[in-house]
Nanobody, 116 residues
Framework: QVQLAESGGGLVQPGGSLRLSCARS????????MGWYRQVPGKQREWVAS???????AYADSVKGRATISTDNGMNTVFLQINSLNSEDTAVYYC??????????WGQGTRVTVSS
């Protein structure tokens, strides 16, 4: 079993930046992809960004140009930096990790509120 723990959420002013972290623990399975989703109450969970074990990155249009996803060499921690935050970035952000064998793991989420 892989556990994921997000951190770095909180209250941020519009136009500001934040950096979310997600640390994995538990079984040392090989991961193919790590990423981030977000969810606003009453709406579906939305994919934000992902990074593969070959460091290929992809971003949702909603954050493209404002976000950077990165990870350490062993894919033990994944980061998400988002700049120029606006109210539409307000959500609970979830970390996800997909094992090479196919199973997907989720963190508990960290809340981000963009407000003045």
């Amino acid at each position: 079993q892989v556990q994921l723990a997000e951190s770095g959420g909180g209250l941020v002013q519009p136009g500001g930046s934040l950096r979310l972290s997600c640390a994995r623990s538990g079984d040392t399975v090989t991961l193919s992809t790590m990423g981030w989703y977000r969810q606003v109450p009453g709406k579906q969970r939305e994919w934000v960004a992902s990074i593969t074990n070959s460091r290929s990155r992809a971003y949702a249009d909603s954050v493209k140009g404002r976000a950077t996803i990165s990870t350490d060499n062993g894919m033990n921690t994944v980061f998400l930096q988002i700049n120029s935050l606006n109210s539409e970035d307000t959500a609970v952000y979830y970390c996800t990790a997909k094992a090479s064998a196919g199973r997907t793991y989720w963190g508990q989420g960290t809340r981000v509120t963009v407000s003045s």
